[in-house]
């Protein structure tokens, strides 16, 4: 049986019991978890091993890869650029960058490119990961793209390219590349353990990747198989080859490999803890430890507001029901679930997720070390056993206490702590 570390308040007993079951359901090799309620940690628990190879522990110091976690953080960050007047999501993505204009893309909207609809999922040049090391080799390939369709007609998740579009959109309305807007905007004024290209000194902390088990179900396999198979979902996922498909390969471009850690890529590399996740969204949403809450009415309001949704463009094959805002993922999309209608964040390709709901004042993080099948339900088996700490039903209130919970020992401060 897989050790738990780390506390839950009371009243949060059914998260715990969640997390400490996603392991004994052989789903996690390593995992973390934090939740912040109104500004305040409530929930920090972690546990397994932080490379399996090796038999190394996860601990309190262990980061991980967030995978496609890392665009909330992009999409916050445009936020607050709106806020301080840099940047406005209704204007022309040329206002910013001209020469992105090109080819059919002259109409093109900031919003249309947060929200996935720019038409620029997959791109025609090849390109090498020393070309992603360099930043303007992306960029000058998506100012020479012709979209896949007429950007803002359609959407369809951008996977990889997003980070380049949104990154380059930022750097020139800041004057910030992404991974220093990220330390400026939100790392450093929350004292948050994230980044987007790891410093060397890090690298020691970070969680093993590790594959995904086998499908087991025949007619699922296949349907994976299937679309990764699709030409612009290959491209999409590779870059043109830059990358691997599935992650995991040989060389520096492997998602274990310490020079991918280090490169810029900022819709799927950053590296963050599970707390640092779930306090920079609890800061979008309250105040936590004296910093003001981060976004206004407004850009909240904004933020939970569906741009993309339906059966989406079909050389991909978008999964039924998803929901895009401007950069978020949001409530009703039947595969990832979250606390309201007034929830936005972002989930990765090992199933990890971070998210704010705004009415109940959460900021939420899960980070694990496997990477995850279609179908996988660990984040949602967490997300539904905190809608039941917090006695959620049409509203939120404040958690009914659970004392007693099987795997805690409460302590007489009120905080269940694990072993």
């Known amino acids: 049986m897989t050790t738990i570390h780390g506390f839950a308040e009371e009243g949060f007993g059914p998260v715990a019991d969640a997390f400490r079951d996603n392991f004994a359901r052989g789903a996690e090799t390593g995992a973390a978890l934090a939740i912040h309620h109104r ?12 490379d399996a190879t090796a038999g190394q522990p996860w601990n309190a110091g262990t980061v991980a890869v967030a995978f496609s976690a890392t665009k909330g953080l992009l999409a916050l960050a445009g936020y607050l650029a709106q806020q301080r007047g840099l ?3 209704d204007a022309p993505v040329t206002s910013l960058w001209p020469e992105f204009g090109a080819h059919g893309k002259e109409n093109t909207t900031i919003r249309d490119v947060f929200a996935h609809r720019a038409g620029l999922v997959a791109l025609d040049t090849d390109l090498t990961f020393a070309d992603l ?4 080799p992306v960029t ?6 012709r979209p896949q369709w007429e950007p803002g007609t359609d959407f369809a998740y951008h996977a990889l390219t997003f980070g380049w579009l949104t990154g380059e959109i930022l750097r020139r309305a800041t004057g910030l590349r992404p991974h220093e807007l990220l330390a400026e905007y939100l790392s450093a004024p929350l004292a948050a353990d994230a980044w ?13 990747i590790h594959p995904a088990p086998e499908v087991a179900d025949a007619e699922t396999r ?3 198989e299937k679309v990764m198979a699709m030409p612009a979902v290959l491209r999409s ?11 995991l390969g040989d060389g520096p471009a492997d998602f274990n490999s310490p020079a991918l850690h280090a490169t810029e890529i900022p819709a799927a590399n950053g590296i963050m803890s599970a707390a640092a996740l779930s306090r920079i969204y609890a800061a979008a949403v309250s105040t936590i430890d004296g910093t003001p809450q981060l976004l206004d009415d407004k850009s909240i309001a904004d933020a939970v507001t569906p741009r993309s949704a339906g059966d989406g463009w079909p050389g991909v094959l978008t999964p039924p029901g ?3 805002s401007t950069g978020f993922l949001v409530n009703g999309y039947p595969g990832r679930p979250l606390l309201s209608d007034r929830s936005f964040g972002h989930d990765g390709a090992n199933g990890g997720l971070g998210f704010a709901d705004a009415d109940a004042e959460i900021g939420f993080g899960y980070l694990n070390n496997q990477l995850a099948n279609p179908g996988d339900e660990r984040a949602n088996r967490l997300t539904a056993a905190l809608r039941k700490s917090l006695g959620a039903r049409s509203g939120y209130a404040a958690p009914v206490p659970r004392p007693g919970a099987a795997v805690l020992t409460v302590r007489s401060c009120g905080t269940a702590r694990l072993s």
């Open 39 to 50: 500004g305040r940690l409530v929930v920090d628990v972690h546990g397994g091993l932080a």
């Open 87 to 89: 940047l406005d999501f």
């Open 133 to 136: 090391t360099r930043w303007t």
């Open 140 to 145: 000058t390939a998506i100012e020479a793209q």
């Open 196 to 208: 987007i290209g790891l410093p060397a000194d890090i690298e020691p902390r970070v969680a093993r």
């Open 222 to 224: 296949a349907l994976f």
């Open 237 to 247: 996922m590779t870059l043109g080859g830059a990358l691997p498909a599935r992650f």
């Open 322 to 324: 998803i929901r895009f």
